[in-house]
Every structure is written in structure tokens, then in C-alpha cells.
């Protein structure tokens, strides 16, 4: 079976960084997403990982580590328009784009 | 670039009543996925179709069914409505079935079974 675990919520303070768990257990593993969801709106990409490692990209970077299992999305000089939930998806070994996604972090930038 | 459009944007039906619901792909876009979001169990897949065959399918029941047409077009229908059905049904596009493809998500299909 398929389990992805992240955070509820989380809050943090404008202009700091915020790093957002996500760990996995799936049945084969081939790549994981992470995504951006406004309240009202649809997900939007966020970043891609296969490789262990750390992918960088402007404000947002996602590490990834596939034998443990575990990914972070880090998220630096948080603005307030960050507050959105932030959603981890595993695609597994069925290939194509069948993605399991985890329930979301709910993160919250305060002044 | 127009970006995934899902009609109808809302819905309301009742118990036992079938709903059929539409999204059309950013263009030249092959793969559509559909995935069911509901605040409990969050985002869901539902199936995926790429050059009009399922390529996968989700743990839902048989009354939740899929097509797609040769112009990538897809649409998805819902049977015998119960209560449970009621979330909001999100479709996303995608270049290629797989690999690092994106998926770009429409703006959904909320629907309420009453």
C-alpha cells in the first residue's frame, strides 16, 4: 500500500524559512512532487525529485531521500502570500501519472 | 497558453442521480488525470487516460468511470450518486504520461450530492 505522512500545520514569520516534512512508504517509488494549494484553487507544481538530493529553485528547494524514505520542501523569505497548503505526492511503481498525495501541510506566515 | 478548463464548475445533484463531468487539456496535451479532494481523505486519483486508453486507475468503484476523446478531451462519470461523492473533482494535464511531466491542474468541478 501507499502511505504518505506530512504535518497538518505549521506557522511561521515573514521573511523566515520554513522546512515541510513529508515521509513515505510505497510499494516501488518513482518520484515525488510537491505542490502549491491556495484555499479555493487548483494545486499548482512546485518541484520534482527522483534523484536524492537537494533541487533548488528560487525561493523553493525539495530534497529528496529515497532510502529513508523522506523529503523536505524548504521555503525561504517567506511572504505572506506563502500561507497555502502545501501537498506531498509519491508516484510509485505503476508509472505514468498516477500520484498518491498526502493530506497537506497547512502553512500559515504571520508579520 | 490556455491553461485546464473543467465545466461544469458546479454541481448539485441528488442520491441516485448520474453526473457526467468535462475537462479539456492545455493543448497538445495527451494525459489527463482525474482526482477526487475531499477535506478527510484529500486529494485522490481517481484514473488516468493517455492517447484515449487508461493508463491507470485508483481504488474507487465501478460507478466511477472515464473516457477520452481523440482530441485529448476527457470526461468522467459518476453513477448512482451517494452522499460520499460530494467533493471537488479536479482534472490535470499533462505533455507525456510519466517521467518529470508536469501536471497542470484545472479549477475543478465542486459537487454536492444531496
Known amino acids: 500500500g501507499q502511505n504518505i505522512d506530512q504535518p497538518t500545520e505549521m506557522t511561521a514569520t515573514e521573511g523566515a524559512i520554513v522546512q515541510i516534512n513529508c515521509t513515505y512508504q510505497?510499494?516501488?517509488?518513482?518520484?515525488l512532487f510537491w505542490y502549491q494549494q491556495h484555499a479555493g484553487e487548483a494545486p499548482t507544481f512546485l518541484s520534482y525529485n527522483v534523484l536524492d538530493g537537494l533541487e533548488e529553485k528560487g525561493r523553493f528547494s525539495s530534497f529528496l531521500s529515497r532510502s529513508k524514505g523522506y523529503s523536505y520542501l524548504l521555503l525561504k523569505e517567506l511572504q505572506m502570500k506563502d500561507s497555502a497548503s502545501y501537498l506531498c505526492?509519491?508516484?510509485?511503481?505503476?508509472?505514468?501519472?498516477?500520484?498518491?498525495f498526502g493530506t497537506g501541510t497547512q502553512l500559515k506566515v504571520e508579520l | 497558453k490556455a491553461g485546464v478548463t473543467q465545466t461544469p464548475r458546479y454541481l448539485i445533484k441528488t442520491r441516485g442521480q448520474q453526473v457526467t463531468l468535462s475537462c479539456s487539456p492545455i493543448?497538445?496535451?495527451?494525459?489527463v488525470s482525474w482526482y477526487q479532494q475531499t477535506p478527510g481523505q484529500g486529494l485522490q486519483f481517481l484514473f488516468e487516460y493517455f492517447s484515449e486508453t487508461q493508463r491507470n486507475k485508483g481504488n474507487f468503484p465501478g460507478r466511477f468511470s472515464g473516457r477520452q476523446f481523440s482530441n485529448s478531451r476527457s470526461e468522467m462519470n459518476v453513477s448512482t450518486l451517494e452522499l460520499g461523492d460530494s467533493a471537488l473533482y479536479l482534472c490535470?494535464?499533462?505533455?507525456?504520461?510519466?517521467?518529470?511531466?508536469?501536471?497542470?491542474f484545472g479549477p475543478g468541478t465542486r459537487l454536492t450530492v444531496l
Open positions: 510505497t510499494s516501488g517509488f518513482n518520484g
Open positions: 490535470a494535464s499533462s505533455l507525456v504520461s510519466g517521467g518529470a511531466g508536469e501536471q497542470f
Open positions: 505526492a509519491v508516484r510509485g511503481s505503476g508509472g505514468g501519472n498516477k500520484l498518491t
Open positions: 493543448s497538445g496535451h495527451r494525459s
